[in-house]
């Protein structure tokens, strides 16, 4: 017991070193850039602050509401790398599931109770089944999911390129964005005057059973055993690794869907291309900061919730650009990947798969002499 | 009608050197046993590279920063995948954001956010001698910009590398059995240091073309994905130079029959072309996994 405490507060203080390490990483960037190009840094670390942290509107109404979206691809990501599926997918995951649900909302005219939930299900539904072709060629062909879930987000992109300039285009066609979400579609507002919505609270909820459901069932067992050490799984635990890798991955996806459907009923009430600025991909530096714990991905999704909210703020006030988030989230990753501070489970379905091939020891040897 | 042949296979040629220079690249990556995910980062280093070098100093100069860039890229990634052994994939992602970010950034900041049109000299076609007059197909292959005669000589030289010669061996040694690799005396450290050198120098230079032989301008973003198509297109060549080249000419095809549509006066959504290639690639990765295995150490620490 001692023990997992210790562990626990270990873990829970890489988060707070990492993000420590994303405040000084900004600080010196501004102050870097505003040497170049003459920003006041004073002004833009105090925009990025007041954007951010900086007051109670802001907490809520910027740094939470930019985070869910994290949140829940970060959970996707967490659950996917995991059971050893790297799951690149989550921004297309995203993107079908925010389609999805607008398309559900459009129809349904019943009210709010009904409406919101099969909205919000339609989405993830839709997340999972974008996740099913990767994970189908995956399992049927050997297809390297990395590659075809990077594929499927681009198809996911020019589909609802397709679908906000056709079938879904507001009534008046004159913008390349869906119509506006009727009321009984939209997420209710968790606390009045501000834009903090119920999606917050799922997103909360969804990491509390993803992490109970990790570590209490036999599923999450099985998960974790077949993304740890897959040949030990197979033969000491008959775990069907395909299956359970199969699953895990459909469920991700589910997670992802929601993160879009909760997007398009709490903040943006319609459907547009740029609906997410990257979330998918944010979402693997939130699950690796987040040491690939539930809990700690949804700390870690506040944390670059704050540092997106705070890059907005710091783009309108002084200037500088926001895309500066960016690279700062791509230094986390490799400072942590790099000194060793987030274990990935490492790509193993190469192992398993070079097997599956017949590509024995002697096809290698004869290709090494 | 032969027009239109030769523009179509004209237009092939073009959308496929790009992707063919890249691929070549990660071939070799791969075939060292790494895979570069961070490719669509190199390709938007080495075009913003292309775009700052030839606004200051001219084409040529453009083409070598585009491929210093891309090895600048190559050797971050190589930093933190060979030398401190961290996960291939991660890392490969995090270089993609991170050329995303740092040229956007540094676009906005030297340029100006409004993202004022910035043109530059581009590189015109040099046209073959006697090969060029071929009917039909001479222009479109032998009437094209400097970097699609790079992929001509790459292609038949990488091959010949790749079988025939005792650094192509250790290369594949080091892809398929880094142990065996080891006990014959090669660094497979060393092997794959230069393995992801060379990929980033065609990566940048693919980057470049884009910008030097096309586009003539920088967007943000501008590489459009074409690092993941590179990546997908190593796999569909089933790592093989010259399956490499045919397999970058088929998107090179399936971009331009759009162009195709448009002069017979179909309208289908082009949204539909632009996620042609990658429908095709998963259709193609389907198709080609299984029956051809992949270097057997690809992707492992």
């Known amino acids: ?36 190009n003459g920003y006041d840094p004073l002004r833009a670390i105090d925009a990025l602050w007041r954007g951010s ?54 129809i349904a005219g019943s009210p709010r109770w009904l409406t919101v939930p099969l909205a919000l299900a339609a989405g993830g539904l839709a997340g999972a089944a974008w996740a099913f072709v990767p994970a189908w060629l995956r399992r049927r062909f050997g297809v390297l999911e990395v590659i075809s879930t990077i594929m499927m987000n681009f198809v996911a992109l020019y589909l609802v390129g ?33 834009r903090l919505h119920l999606g917050f609270a799922i997103a909360i909820a969804a990491a509390a059973a993803l992490w109970w459901g990790l570590r209490f069932t036999a599923a999450g067992f099985r998960v974790r055993v077949a993304g ?41 009430y319609s459907l547009y291309e740029n609906l997410s600025p990257g979330y998918g991909y944010t ?26 909210a705070g890059a907005s703020a710091m783009q309108r006030d002084a200037g500088v650009p926001s895309v500066l988030a960016t690279v700062v989230e791509a230094s986390v990753i490799l400072l942590l990947i790099g000194f060793g501070a987030a274990r990935v489970p490492i790509s193993r379905w190469r192992s398993s798969r070079a097997a599956l091939r017949g590509r024995g020891e002697r096809a290698v040897v004869q290709d090494a002499l | 009608m032969t027009d239109a042949i030769g523009s179509f296979l004209d237009a092939t040629i073009r959308t496929a050197t790009p992707l063919a220079l890249a691929a070549l690249g990660e071939t070799v990556v791969e075939r060292a046993g790494m895979i570069n995910i961070g490719l669509e980062g190199t390709i938007i280093a080495g075009a913003f590279g292309a775009v700052v070098a030839a606004a200051l100093l ?17 050797v971050v990634l190589a930093v933190f995948i060979v030398s401190l052994r961290a996960d291939q994939i991660v890392a490969g992602t995090a270089l993609t954001l991170l050329a995303l970010g740092v040229t956007g950034l540094l676009y906005r900041t030297t340029f100006g956010t409004t993202g004022v049109a910035l043109t530059i000299p581009t590189a015109g076609s040099v046209s073959i001698p006697v090969l060029s007059s071929i009917p039909v197909v001479g222009r479109a292959l032998f ?19 790749l079988a025939r010669t005792h650094g192509g061996l250790s290369l594949r040694a080091v892809g398929e059995n880094p142990s065996a690799a080891v006990a014959a005396g090669v660094s497979p450290d060393r092997v794959r240091w230069l393995a ?30 074409r690092g993941f198509i590179a990546i997908a297109i190593v796999a569909l060549g089933r790592w093989s130079p010259v399956g490499v080249a045919v397999a970058a000419m088929l998107f090179g095809a399936a971009s331009a029959l759009q162009f195709v549509f448009q002069s017979l006066g179909w309208t289908l959504p082009y949204q539909l072309f632009l996620a042609l290639p990658y429908l095709l690639t998963l259709a193609a990765l389907a198709g080609v996994a299984g029956r051809h295995a992949p270097p057997a150490a690809l992707g492992r620490r």
């Open chain 1, 283 to 308: 979402a693997i530096a939130v699950a690796l900061v987040g040491s690939l714990n539930p809990i700690l991905t949804t700390l870690s999704g506040m944390l670059f919730g704050a540092l997106e």
């Open chain 1, 1 to 36: 017991m001692a023990d997992s405490a210790q562990r626990v507060a270990r873990r829970l203080a890489r988060v707070l070193v990492a993000g420590l390490a994303l405040l000084g990483a900004v600080a010196v960037l501004v102050t870097l850039l505003s040497i170049v």
């Open chain 1, 228 to 268: 740890g050490s897959p040949d030990a799984a197979r033969s000491a635990a008959s775990i069907d690794v395909g299956r359970t890798a199969m699953r895990a991955f459909l469920l991700s996806g589910f997670l992802a869907g929601l993160a879009g459907a909760i997007e398009v009923t709490g903040v943006t």
């Open chain 2, 58 to 74: 001219g084409v040529a100069a453009a083409f070598a920063t585009a491929v210093a860039a891309g090895i600048l890229t190559a």
């Open chain 2, 196 to 225: 992801l050198v060379f990929g980033g120098a065609l990566g940048g230079l693919s980057g470049g073309t884009l910008v030097i032989a096309q586009v003539g301008t920088f967007a943000e973003g501008m590489s459009a994905g």
């Open chain 1, 53 to 106: 942290l900086g007051s109670r509107y802001a907490l809520l109404s910027a740094t939470l509401v930019r985070a869910t979206p994290l949140i829940l691809t970060g959970l996707s990501v967490t659950l996917a790398f995991t059971a050893g599926v790297m799951n690149i997918g989550a921004e297309g995951q995203l993107l079908a599931g925010a389609t999805a649900t607008t398309a559900v909302a459009a």
């Open chain 1, 162 to 194: 397709y679908l906000v300039r056709g079938p879904l285009q507001e009534p008046l066609r004159i913008y390349p964005q869906s119509a506006a979400l009727p009321d009984t579609a939209r997420l209710p507002i968790l606390i009045g005057g501000t």
């Open chain 2, 143 to 161: 009437a094209q910009p400097l970097p699609t005669y790079v992929v001509y000589v790459t292609v038949p030289a990488l091959a010949w590398w």
